[in-house]
């Protein structure tokens, strides 16, 4: 058990459809980074958060946001959901240069 | 900008063989390189890290790597492996003193046959 939490642990929706993902760091950890592990891409980091303001972005679309609120756990929102946005979002925190994953959620849009 | 080869898709090796999965990186800056092992359904797992120090570091289970600037390599190596360590391995590297975010090679799935 890395510490990190996600859920939901799976998610099943519809194209076009919004939903909403939740991370909550390890106890101390500031920081909190998203990933997006799919068949075709690989691992390709989106964003990430440090005590709630954005630090650094990656490959994240435009459909794609993310927050970190005062409690430090982070939400990633994705919306007008398409096809190949289906894939396993993990997210992680970070501590003396190490990242801690979560379990991931399963996103299937079909 | 940083990137990550995993020159194996795909390792088949029986039980108790050695292993060796080969990682390049690109960068112009210092980087810290990792690698994770992600088991069938689970989240990642750091297996190993190198961020500054001896070149050479080990895992608890047996598992090393040795980082070799001059090839921009960073090899995991075993010398015996198990039909537990079948699981798909990325190496991934880090800008040093940065942000954190990792940039992931595509993984390569030991298969151990028994």
């Known amino acids: 058990d890395s510490g990190v939490t996600q859920t939901p642990k799976h998610l099943i929706t519809a194209t076009g459809q919004r939903v909403t993902l939740r991370c909550s760091p390890r106890?101390?950890?500031?920081?909190v980074y998203w990933y997006q592990q799919s068949l075709d891409q690989g691992l390709q980091f989106l964003i990430q958060?440090?005590?709630?303001?954005?630090?650094a972005k990656g490959n994240i679309l435009e459909r794609f946001s993310a927050q970190q609120f005062p409690d430090l756990h982070s939400e990633l929102n994705l919306s007008s959901l398409e096809l190949g946005d289906s894939a396993l979002y993990f997210c992680?925190?970070?501590?003396?240069?190490?990242?801690?994953f979560g379990p991931g959620t399963r996103l299937t849009v079909l | 900008a940083q990137s990550v080869t995993q020159l194996d898709s795909q390792v088949p090796v029986f039980e108790e063989a050695p292993v060796e999965l080969r990682c390049n990186y690109s960068?112009?800056?210092?980087?810290?390189l990792f690698w994770y092992v992600q088991y069938p359904n689970q989240g990642l797992q750091l297996l190993l890290k190198?961020?500054?120090?001896?070149?050479l570091v080990k895992s608890i289970n047996g598992f090393e790597a040795e980082f070799n600037k001059s090839q921009t390599s960073f090899h995991l190596r075993k010398p015996s492996v198990h039909i537990s360590d079948t699981a798909e391995y990325f190496c991934?590297?880090?800008?040093?003193?940065?942000?954190?975010?990792?940039?992931f090679g595509q993984g390569t799935t030991l298969q151990v046959k028994p």
């Open positions: 960068s112009s800056v210092s980087v810290y």
């Open positions: 991934a590297v880090s800008v040093a003193g940065n942000t954190g975010k990792l940039i």
């Open positions: 190198y961020l500054s120090g001896s070149t």
């Open positions: 992680a925190s970070n501590s003396y240069n190490e990242q801690f």
């Open positions: 958060y440090y005590n709630g303001e954005e630090r």
């Open positions: 106890s101390g950890d500031l920081s």
